[in-house]
């Protein structure tokens, strides 16, 4: 499910990020494939998607906490449209 608008759509259809540790923080990063350990948050492959998940706080609620998102990872997901 894209946790900027809620829509549900196969993992494959969705950009993936997985919380990933980096010293004493949690960082986002892009992982379509799934080929990180942990638990995947997904939004469309969209900037306005990525954008919304980021301000309803859906990477920290995903990541059971606090996470630390590059938002320059939103250039990489073009703006296709939902449908
Ligand atoms: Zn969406």
Do not use: Q, W
Not at 3 to 22: H, N, Q, S
Not at 55 to 82: I, N, P, S, W, Y
Request: charged share 40%; glycine share 12%; proline share 2%.
């Amino acid at each position: 499910m894209c946790a900027g608008c809620g829509r549900r759509a196969p993992k494959g259809d969705l950009a993936r990020f997985t919380p990933v540790r980096d010293d004493d923080e949690l960082v986002a990063v892009r992982d379509d494939k799934a080929v990180r350990a942990g638990r995947g948050i997904y939004t469309c492959r969209s900037r306005e998607c990525f954008d919304r998940a980021v301000e309803r706080r859906g990477f920290a609620r995903g990541a059971r906490g606090k996470v630390r998102v590059d938002v320059t990872m939103a250039d990489e997901l073009g703006d296709e449209r939902h449908g």
